[in-house]
């Protein structure tokens, strides 16, 4: 098993930032594909981006890239999302997830953790 805790949620304004971050523990989180999702009110979880075991390779939905950055600390079983320009669209509960495989799928990934609020006022 493994247990992930996201944190880091909350109001922004639109145009500015949030880094949320995702705590591991249980069952090796270092060989684990992390993946972040997003849920809004009324529609289907959607991916945001994933980043290899390793952090050597990331990969991100369209509507994010550029925006958004997928880091990890594998020494502090952690994987960050940082958002930067935030738009009311992207208003949401955000997931991190862990897997085996790079996958953009919500079957892709195994584990997942409660999610967090975040909210971009215009």
């Known amino acids: 098993q493994m247990q992930l805790v996201e944190s880091g949620g909350g109001l922004v304004q639109a145009g500015g930032s949030l880094r949320l971050s995702c705590a591991a523990s249980g069952r090796t989180f270092i060989r684990a594909v992390l993946g972040w999702f997003r849920q809004a009110p009324g529609k289907e979880r959607e991916f945001v981006g994933y980043i290899s075991w390793s952090g050597g390779r990331t990969y991100y939905a369209d509507s994010v890239r550029g925006r958004f950055t997928i880091s990890r600390d594998n020494a502090k079983n952690t994987v960050y999302l940082q958002m930067n320009t935030l738009k009311p669209e992207d208003t949401a509960v955000y997931y991190c997830?862990?897997?085996?495989?790079?996958?953009?799928?919500?079957?892709?990934?195994?584990?997942w953790g409660q999610g967090t609020q975040v909210t971009v006022s215009s």
């Open positions: 997830a862990a897997g085996g495989q790079l996958r953009v799928d919500v079957e892709g990934y195994t584990y």
